[in-house]
């Protein structure tokens, strides 16, 4: 079997790399290791990969941290209990009190609630900007600064910001980048070959694939920056279980393929949803007249499987809607190989509301999944009447 030489099409690195068969029994899929300390070889000797304790390693989530790496054209990835331990690790790892960030004027609530509210109070500023306005974001960058955060799509309004010139900004300013890259995922946009210094993930979404996991990871090629987060991890122990890493590893698999259908589904929708009646505005940015969608095209494979939209009747109208689908399931979460709607107002993006951020409370979040699209349109157009 031909493991993770550069040359080697993403279709094989999610299948082969660090996915060795088993060297004892032969088994074809990375076991499941399941358990939480190591036998030494002499007191403070360990064995082959430095197993100790599994806080600190264990061999499933080392293949998935190398399959991971191998995706995203990386040295290094480490995974993480959650999208938002990840996120709080490079945070916490690269900013210090008196530091100040730019964010994005459209980020994932959970993010802007875990800045806004947690580390302000430790001394850490923040500025919003509009990231596809390279004037904003060069005039927000002060000499204190020291991370640009971004997201490309992104959540929910699935703006588009052109991560090259914003690695070329944040640079010239003394900040790293980093690129929330869990809309797009590695298949179809790898920014740390556009000059993203960080990348970040909630496996949770579309890397698992199957709504049954909760995980996330940072992505880099810096070696010290690899030192240091696996240093917090290890001392906060924001870390996934065995069996959380073996199904992230397992969703890694498919991914190119669900990747290739949730597009498919997703430009039938956004198309039909653009000439409905009852919609006024759609959020995607392989239609030709989103403005992110030039931009898109140059740094992205596809577009992806998230679609938003207004509804042109208000808020009330777009509530109805969101409880209204049969095959759309009404919940929170995104890139699963089921259909989700939500409303982000009341639910995701809450936390935003009254901020810089708050989004229109007319606004419906879809995640598109893998189901027929005729009937996942038909559902659509029940809901809206």
């Not at 990871?217 to 279980?241: I, K, M, Y």
């Not at 009852?278 to 679609?307: D, I």
């Not at 009330?316 to 995104?334: D, I, N, W």
Request: proline residues 4%; negative net charge; glycine residues 10%.
């Amino acid at each position: 079997m031909v493991h993770d030489p550069a040359h080697l099409g993403f279709e094989t690195r999610a299948i082969h790399t660090g996915q060795k068969p088993d060297p004892r029994t032969g088994a074809v899929i990375v076991p499941i290791y399941q358990t939480s300390t190591y036998a030494q070889d002499g007191v403070g000797g360990t064995r082959e990969g430095d197993y100790e304790y599994s806080r600190t390693a264990n061999p499933t989530r080392t293949a998935l941290e190398e399959a991971l790496a191998a995706l995203e054209g990386a040295r290094h990835a480490l995974a993480f209990g959650s999208g938002m331990a990840a996120s709080d690790a490079v945070l916490r790892t690269t900013l210090r009190p008196g530091d100040h960030l730019v964010l994005g004027n459209d980020v994932y609530g959970g993010t802007f609630r875990l800045i806004d509210k947690v580390l302000t109070h430790w001394g850490v500023d923040y500025s919003v900007a509009h990231l596809s306005d390279l004037d904003e974001v060069r005039t927000a960058i002060r000499p204190e600064t020291k991370l640009v955060w971004c997201e490309s799509p992104t959540n929910p309004l699935l703006g588009i910001a052109d991560i090259t010139a914003l690695a070329e900004l944040a640079h010239a300013g003394g900040a790293r980048l980093v690129v929330d890259n869990t809309f797009a995922t590695p298949y179809l946009q790898t920014p740390l070959e556009l000059g993203a210094d960080i990348v970040v993930h909630s496996t949770t979404k579309y890397l698992g694939g199957h709504s049954d996991v909760v995980g996330g990871a940072v992505v880099t090629d810096s070696d010290e920056l690899r030192e240091q987060l696996f240093f917090l991890r290890n001392a906060s122990g924001a870390v996934p279980g065995a069996f959380d890493a073996w199904l992230t590893l397992r969703g890694l698999k498919t991914l190119a393929v669900r990747m290739e259908r949730h597009c498919d589904n997703a430009e039938l929708i956004a198309e039909a949803l653009a000439v409905h009646p009852k919609v006024s505005r759609v959020y995607y940015p392989g239609l030709a007249e989103h403005p992110g969608h030039a931009t898109a095209a140059k740094q992205m494979r596809r577009f992806g499987g998230m679609v938003s939209f207004n509804h042109a009747d208000g808020e009330q109208a777009a509530l109805e809607v969101a409880a209204g689908t049969r095959l759309f399931v009404l919940a929170e979460s995104l890139g699963g190989v089921e259909s989700l709607i939500e409303h982000p107002g009341r639910m995701t993006h809450a936390s935003v509301a009254g901020s810089l951020l708050q989004v229109p409370a007319e606004l419906v979040r879809l995640s598109v999944g893998i189901e027929n699209a005729r009937d996942l349109l038909a559902d659509l157009n029940g809901a809206l009447g």
